[in-house]
C-alpha cells in the first residue's frame, strides 16, 4: 500500500525566501502527482499537475518536480509571500489508487 | 467553470437525525468523490463514483450512505451518525478515472454531531 510522507511537517520561514517542500512515496510507482494548497477550514486547490509522462511542471512562482526513480517529489516556491501562508498536500493518484501525503503547514513571516 | 458546490457548507445534527450533504459540478466530469477529514490530518477517501456507479468504497460504515443521481450530481446521506464522524467532508470531481486529469475540490461541508 503506497505511503505518502511530507517533510517537513511545518515550517516557517521569512517573506521573500526561496524554499522547498517534499513528497515521498513508500511505493515508487507513482501514476500522476498533483499538488494544492489548503487554507483552514476550506477545500483544497489545485496547483499543479504532473502526468506519468511528465517530470517537471510550472506555474507562475512554482514550480513542481517528480523523480520516480527515487519516490520522490519536490514543490519549489520562489519569493515567498505571507499569501501563500497554508497547508500543501501532495496526491499520487492512478485509475482507481489515491494517496494524500501528511501536508506541510508553511507559515510566512511577514 | 471549474467549480465544484457543496451544500450545506455547515451542519450540525444529532445522532438520531437523518440528513444528506449535497455536491455539484457541471464540468461535465464523470468520476466524482467523497472524502472525509479531520483537523490537521490528509483527506480520506470514502467513496468513488465512475459514470454514476460505485466505483471504490473505502470499507466506509453503513451510516454514511452515497448517491450518484445523474452525472452532475452526488449525495451523502447520513444516518445514525456517532459524534467521532465530525468532520470536514469534501467533494472533488475528475474528467474520468483514466488518465493523468485534474482533480478539482469542493470547499466542503463542515459536520457537527452531537
Known amino acids: 500500500k503506497q505511503e505518502v510522507t511530507q517533510i517537513p511537517a511545518a515550517l516557517s520561514v521569512p517573506e521573500g525566501e526561496n524554499l522547498v517542500l517534499n513528497c515521498s512515496f513508500t511505493d515508487s510507482a507513482i501514476y500522476n502527482l498533483q499538488w494544492f494548497r489548503q487554507d483552514p477550514g476550506k477545500g483544497l486547490t489545485s496547483l499543479l499537475l504532473i502526468q506519468s509522462s511528465q517530470r517537471e511542471q510550472t506555474s507562475g512562482r512554482l514550480n513542481a518536480s517528480l523523480d520516480k526513480s527515487s519516490g520522490r517529489s519536490t514543490l519549489y516556491i520562489a519569493a515567498s509571500q505571507p499569501g501563500d501562508s497554508a497547508t500543501y498536500l501532495c496526491e499520487d493518484f492512478g485509475n482507481e489508487k489515491l494517496t494524500f501525503g501528511t501536508g506541510t503547514r508553511l507559515t510566512i513571516i511577514p | 467553470d471549474t467549480e465544484v458546490t457543496q451544500t450545506p457548507k455547515h451542519l450540525v445534527m444529532g445522532m438520531t437525525n437523518k440528513k444528506s450533504l449535497k455536491c455539484e459540478q457541471h464540468?461535465?466530469?464523470?468520476?466524482m468523490y467523497w472524502y472525509k477529514q479531520k483537523a490537521k490530518k490528509p483527506p480520506e477517501l470514502m467513496f468513488v463514483y465512475s459514470y454514476e456507479k460505485l466505483s471504490i468504497n473505502e470499507s466506509v460504515p453503513s451510516r454514511f450512505s452515497p448517491e450518484c443521481p445523474n452525472s452532475s450530481l452526488l449525495n451523502l446521506h447520513l444516518h445514525a451518525l456517532q459524534p467521532e464522524d465530525s468532520a470536514l467532508y469534501l467533494c472533488?470531481?475528475?474528467?474520468?478515472?483514466?488518465?493523468?486529469?485534474?482533480?478539482?475540490f469542493g470547499p466542503g461541508t463542515r459536520l457537527t454531531v452531537l
Open positions: 464540468m461535465g466530469h464523470r468520476a
Open positions: 472533488a470531481s475528475r474528467s474520468g478515472l483514466a488518465g493523468g486529469n485534474e482533480q478539482f
